[in-house]
């Protein structure tokens, strides 16, 4: 079984001195390959790092609506000469976005939208945080005319909110809210959104699987969200894989025979 965690914070600290072994134990269960999103300037260079060092990560950088803040101007001119200048390991922008539960939406909506036309001038792939603002961001990209790849990380919202942004061509970020009972409005969603419009990501260390504690959430947790997934499909777990990585290959513009 091969599976790939879409969005994954490997670079963070609670990683440190023992990724080669939590990497090692994904690898026993299947995961071949993750993807470390950029939340602010300052941690870059470590998301960079982190991936050049381990052949199965791969890295986005972006400014995450929790830090816009601490940037200005500046920021997105190195972010855009940094990304026009990218290595093979860095598979698009992100994570930007909004959020209604952490600061200002009227302060985050210029840097988001700001990174929806970078992604648009540079062809990059948009990896995109959304809290309670599914709406908001259906506006901007259709509003900036973003034609691009998008996903939509950690999904938890309606059917009607997922729909309208496949329909502008987004991959919806299926992650461990899936697991728990209680998530009965995303569980649905999941079951009944169209198969070539999901990845699937652990967000580790956060939003993890039900009964793992806050923050202790790893990339090899990845298949207990596959099966969970897997319980809400029609389609049989082989079926299911292949078009997961099939999925997350179109995203990140990967040779599937690489």
């Known amino acids: 079984?091969?599976?790939?965690d879409a969005h994954c914070h490997f670079d963070f600290p609670e990683f440190d001195g023992r990724r080669e072994e939590v990497l090692a134990r994904a690898r026993s269960h299947g995961v071949s390959r993750l993807v470390i999103p950029g939340v602010t300037r300052r941690h870059w260079e470590r998301v960079v790092t982190t991936a050049a060092s381990l052949p199965e990560v791969f890295y986005c950088l972006g400014i995450h609506p929790w830090f816009v803040l601490e940037h200005g101007q500046d920021d997105l001119r190195i972010l855009e000469d940094r990304l026009a200048c990218k290595d093979d390991r860095c598979v698009g922008l992100g994570e930007c976005g909004l959020d209604r539960l952490r600061g200002e939406l009227s302060q985050q909506l210029p840097w988001f939208e700001a990174q929806v036309d970078l992604a648009a001038r540079l062809g990059s792939s948009l990896v995109i945080h959304s809290v309670r603002t599914h709406d908001e961001v259906h506006s901007v990209l259709k509003a900036r005319g973003f034609h691009g790849k998008a996903l939509v990380h950690g999904f938890s919202g309606s059917y009607q909110q997922a729909g309208k942004l496949v329909d502008l061509g987004c991959f919806i970020g299926i992650g461990g809210v899936i697991t728990h009972a209680r998530a009965q409005k995303t569980r649905d969603t999941v079951s009944r959104l169209p198969l070539d419009a999901l990845v699937i990501e652990t967000d580790a260390p956060d939003m993890p699987p039900e009964g793992v504690p806050k923050g202790m959430n790893s990339p090899e947790l990845l298949p207990t969200i596959f099966g969970a997934l897997a319980e809400?499909?029609?389609?049989?777990?082989?079926?299911?894989?292949?078009?997961?990585?099939?999925n997350v290959s179109e995203l990140y513009g990967?040779?599937?025979e690489a």
């Open 254 to 256: 990967w040779d599937r």
């Open 232 to 246: 809400l499909r029609p389609e049989s777990p082989d079926q299911l894989r292949e078009q997961l990585l099939r």
């Open 1 to 4: 079984m091969e599976l790939v």
